[in-house]
């Protein structure tokens, strides 16, 4: 195993929403107030550190990841993914397919406020999902098969449809289904103070854009029970020696730490909370049709970059044990998960290189990739993994906010936390999905996916995720190396609540008498 860097695990735990039935309808029962997120000292405060700051506050610019700490305390979202991973109504007390599933409503609960005081309609709404719907960006992938949105009353929004879309619901609870204020949205600096509807304002006086986010609870939010902190401050500190540091100072109420670490924050009176399968790390081996890469067109080269990775190696070396191998980007939660397909590549670098020679490339080529703020400690690894077999690996700096998830590269390197299997689907698989940024398309995926469109049976729609999982592996779309385990410490007083399927959100850190 080639020498490595000290780990610095990606934070928190992206959020599986398990939403799959076209047919559900939402119900109008109250969401969980402080009892998710523990006990209610209503004065308590909680400084969290997490690795990125927001790139953007604008409804079209949201990411999903750690950046969700900051934007999903000043929107509400109509959908909510708890901690267990189920929908359940927020903005939206209540939704229904119609039975073709091309039409859905969703009736708004009637005490939503903007942080101006303004009522929060359906016309907001609206809207908030055209703009993102119409705006590149993030979001925008998420809202393919949206075709018009109306609001024909002030507490009902009406989605029209282009085609059923199974990820529709699970999409509303993330970064597409927030609600700005319309008479703002197009405001530039408002992607640094949004007018929104959420728990939470920034406090501007003491909040740093980039580096420290200060929020105060609006006690007026129809939902400000499930906050138990009355004052947030979000520090963005990218080195982890630096977070660790302030974890074990009391600067940090709550944090990850690696597995190097975790004995260490321990005997500083941290609490450390190991949570399982928290994200998918992988190479993404987007060019498929060798555009700016030519090597990566041939199946061959995919599959010998897999069976170049010594995944054991890194889980040991890197991970300390904290993680499993896997050749899935689907979790082993999710119902397209497969265990048989873990065993399709195994690290053989004699294998590896004649697969290179039989597509033409007996001594390598090269390779360049992004160096993304995720990448830096994995880069010296990947580098000599993939020189082991003639591969040799170039990387280009790129922005901390950057992923690299364009057509500038072939391939990058990606940690993506663990969704709902249909957003999984549409985020990797999709044509335009965020880690499909060549818009690879194949005949048979194409079908599969036009039979999940159609399918709102959820037995069924597992099988169909399972045969486009198995597709992606056998065709090497991806590298993937292993699941994650995320190591969560917490001063006395705090503890996390939240679990693999858990959002990057507030809700998942409660006050504790331990």
Not at 75 to 89: C, H, Q, R, V
Not at 206 to 229: C, M, Q, S
Not at 455 to 460: L, P
Request: with cysteine; net charge negative; hydrophobic share 35%.
């Amino acid at each position: 195993m080639p020498q490595v860097q000290p780990p610095r695990l990606v934070i928190g735990a992206i959020a599986a929403a398990a939403m799959l039935a076209l047919s559900a309808c939402g119900t109008s029962e109250p969401s969980p107030s402080a009892t998710e997120g523990g006990d209610s000292d209503r004065n308590a405060t909680i400084a969290l550190g997490v690795q990125a700051p927001p790139n953007s506050l604008d409804p079209a610019q949201l990411h999903d990841g750690t950046q969700r700490y900051v934007w999903s305390t000043l929107y509400d979202t109509l959908i909510y993914s708890n901690n267990e991973g189920k929908l359940e109504p927020a903005a939206a007390e209540s939704w229904q397919y119609s039975e073709d599933a091309l039409t859905l409503t969703m009736k708004l609960r009637d005490d939503l406020k903007f942080s101006d005081g303004d009522p929060v309609t359906s016309a907001a709404v609206k809207a908030t999902l055209e703009r993102t719907k119409n705006t590149p960006g993030p979001q925008q992938s998420n809202l393919a098969a949206v075709d018009s949105v109306e609001a024909p009353d002030e507490r009902t929004a009406v989605l029209r449809l282009k085609r059923p879309d199974p990820n529709l619901l699970v999409a509303l609870s993330y970064g597409s289904g927030v609600i700005g204020d319309p008479d703002t949205l197009a405001d530039p600096s408002r992607a640094l103070n949004p007018v929104a509807s959420g728990p939470y304002v920034l406090n501007t006086d003491k909040t740093i854009a980039g580096t420290t986010y200060v929020l105060e609870r609006r006690d007026d939010h129809w939902n400000a029970d499930a906050y138990p902190f009355k004052t947030v401050t979000i520090r963005a500190i990218a080195d982890r020696t630096a977070l660790f540091n302030a974890l074990l100072t009391g600067e940090l109420d709550a944090g990850t730490v690696d597995g190097t670490q975790a004995e260490q924050a321990k005997g500083g009176g941290l609490n450390v909370k190991p949570v399982d399968s928290t994200a998918i790390a992988e190479l993404v081996l987007a060019d498929r049709a060798g555009t700016v890469t030519p090597e990566l067109a041939d199946v061959r080269v995919r599959k010998a970059i897999n069976m170049a990775l010594d995944k054991e190696g890194v889980v040991k070396a890197i991970l300390r044990g904290n993680g499993k191998t896997t050749n899935q980007v689907f979790n082993e939660f999710s119902p397209a998960y497969d265990p048989k397909l873990d065993d399709v590549y195994s690290y053989d670098r004699e294998a590896a290189r004649k697969l290179l020679a039989e597509a033409g490339y007996p001594d390598g080529f090269k390779l360049v990739m992004p160096a993304n703020l995720p990448s830096l400690q994995y880069q010296p690894t990947i580098s000599q993994l993939l020189g082991d077999i003639g591969i040799k690996v170039e990387w280009e700096p790129v922005p901390a906010t950057s992923a690299g998830q364009n057509t500038k590269w072939g391939a990058y390197w990606n940690i993506g936390g663990t969704a709902a299997a249909t957003r999984t689907a549409a985020v990797y698989y999709r044509s335009g999905g965020s880690q499909n940024p060549f818009k690879s398309t194949d005949p048979k995926l194409d079908k599969l996916f036009q039979q999940l469109d159609a399918e709102t049976d959820t037995k069924r729609q597992g099988e169909i995720l399972r045969d486009i999982n198995e597709f992606g592996v056998q065709e090497a779309w991806f590298a993937p190396v292993f699941s994650q385990t995320t190591l969560w410490a917490t001063q006395p007083g705090f503890e996390y609540v939240g679990s693999g399927v858990s959002l990057f959100d507030l809700r998942a850190f409660g006050t504790s008498n331990k």
